[in-house]
């Protein structure tokens, strides 16, 4: 069974930029979720999807983070403009649907902003 | 406000010496408890999880975990620890479909 992919593994950008990531996740699962794992902390839940829908986004900088989830698949995650605190790993999980199931999560996206 | 607290930063052991990592959590009711394992440039692994029943979960890689609702706690336990060990530890709690993770522990592995 393939697991999550994410691309770019890594990505440099300088601040006020534009960046975005992608993310597949395992086949079947209807929940995606996006996390910003800063340097020495744990993962922070950005955004969940269920199929396409949002299902929690209280922790999106909406000001300048979106992310969308087409067709219920593919997530894509954007940052724009990109600050130097946004520096962090990224990374996506997908898991089948009801609560306490297990998240499959990806390699993550490392991403500076100098 | 819902948190979940790994006291320790950074521990290290000895190969082949046995393992505790803390956590404990600050919920209303017992939530959905779970451990996640994370190597270096690695995705998070779920090493193990708690939902009810017996309070001393089974993981994968011999790590077990102990749920004590008096203490709020859910430590992480293995009897021997091996160098691949060597990773970030993180506890997480679900309640309400939501998961908050713990700041992690950083496991060094002396040989």
């Known amino acids: 069974e393939a697991g999550v992919a994410q691309s770019p593994r890594y990505k440099i950008i300088e601040k006020r930029q534009s960046v975005a990531f992608w993310c597949n996740p395992i086949s079947g699962h209807a929940t995606l979720y996006w996390y910003q794992q800063i340097l020495g902390q744990g993962p922070k839940l950005l955004i969940q999807?269920?199929?396409?829908?949002?299902?929690?986004d209280s922790q999106l900088p909406k000001d300048r983070f979106s992310a969308e989830r087409l067709k219920g698949v593919d997530s894509t995650l954007k940052i724009q403009p990109a600050k130097l605190e946004d520096s962090a790993v990224y990374l996506c999980?997908?898991?089948?649907?009801?609560?306490?199931?297990?998240?499959?999560f990806g390699p993550g996206t490392r991403l500076t902003v100098l | 406000a819902q948190s979940v607290t790994q006291p320790d930063i950074h521990i290290t052991v000895s190969e082949g010496a046995s393992l505790e990592l803390r956590c404990n959590y600050s919920?209303?009711?017992?939530?959905?408890l779970f451990w996640y394992v994370q190597s270096p440039g690695q995705g998070l692994q779920l090493l193990l999880k708690y939902f009810s029943g017996d309070t001393l979960v089974q993981g994968i890689k011999g790590f077990e975990a102990e749920f004590k609702r008096s203490q709020s706690s859910f430590n992480l336990r293995k009897p021997s620890v091996h160098w691949s060990d060597a990773a970030e530890y993180f506890c997480?709690?679900?309640?309400?479909?939501?998961?908050?993770f713990g700041s992690g522990t950083r496991l060094s592995i002396r040989p």
């Open positions: 919920y209303g009711a017992t939530p959905y």
């Open positions: 999807f269920q199929n396409n829908g949002v299902v929690d």
């Open positions: 997480a709690v679900e309640r309400a479909s939501k998961i908050i």
């Open positions: 999980a997908s898991s089948l649907e009801g609560p306490g199931t297990e998240q499959f």
